[in-house]
């Protein structure tokens, strides 16, 4: 069965740190791979996604993700973290086969970064 | 442009009654996906669209739930009989398509109440 595990709760980072939110997964083949951010009260917006090629992905507001195939990771990087980026984040994932765009989350993780 | 719009975004009912939530794609968007979120959890996958056709309803918890898109557009999720479990926020979204991964946009959700 296809599945995504965030292992944290909660992050908490000092603004201006490094920020790192973790996701691993287990998905038949090579899946594709988002990141999601919910603020309170709005919808969930799309961070950045992985689909081939370099393990490196960008994505908005400065976030990156590092997929890491040996170890069925994608976890989400910000170098500078800012206040603001407080929020829920989630990973999710698709399979390539079949004709579904069905997303498989995690149970989410909140960031909360302090001034 | 206009994003993913969902009506109503608040709706109180009593248990055993039936219910209709509504969503309205991204203009051009063939594909249509609905989610349940339960409180503290991640979305869950319930059903997903590509043009009118219902192409994967492997999510839907039971035969009490049921969704249509007639025209390819606008979505209703139906759901009968209502019951207390079925509290949650319910999300739609809207992607151009389904290959190349291509990123659902998520709208704001309905919250259904239970009673």
């Known amino acids: 069965a296809q599945s995504v595990a965030q292992p944290e709760d909660q992050v908490n980072v000092a603004e201006g740190n490094p920020l790192t939110v973790k996701c691993t997964y287990s998905?038949?083949?090579?899946?594709?791979l988002f990141w999601y951010v919910q603020y309170p009260n709005r919808g969930l917006q799309f961070l950045l996604k992985?689909?081939?090629?370099?393990?490196l992905v960008k994505g908005s507001y400065g976030f990156e993700a590092e997929f890491n195939k040996s170890q069925t990771s994608f976890h989400l990087k910000k170098p500078s973290a800012l206040v603001s980026d407080s929020a829920l984040y989630f990973c999710?994932?698709?399979?390539?086969?079949?004709?579904?765009?069905?997303?498989?989350f995690g149970q989410g993780t909140t960031l909360q970064v302090k001034p | 442009g206009a994003g993913v719009s969902q009506t109503p975004s608040n709706k109180v009912t009593e248990k055993g009654k039936y219910v209709e939530l509504r969503c309205d794609p991204i203009?051009?968007?063939?594909?249509l996906y609905w989610y349940r979120q339960s409180l503290g959890q991640g979305p869950e996958f319930l059903i997903y669209?590509?043009?009118?056709?219902?192409?994967?309803d492997s999510g839907l918890p039971n035969d009490r739930f049921f969704a249509v898109r007639p025209e390819g557009s606008v979505s209703t999720l139906k759901i009968q009989r209502t019951e207390r479990g079925d509290s949650a926020v319910y999300l739609c979204?809207?992607?151009?398509?389904?290959?190349?991964?291509?990123?659902?946009?998520f709208g704001p959700g309905t919250r259904l109440t239970v009673t």
């Open positions: 979204a809207s992607s151009r398509g389904v290959g190349e991964a291509y990123e659902q946009y």
């Open positions: 998905v038949s083949g090579n899946p594709y």
């Open positions: 992985y689909i081939t090629g370099d393990n």
């Open positions: 999710a994932v698709r399979g390539r086969s079949g004709n579904t765009g069905k997303l498989i």
């Open positions: 203009s051009g968007h063939t594909a």
């Open positions: 669209f590509q043009g009118t056709g219902a192409a994967d």
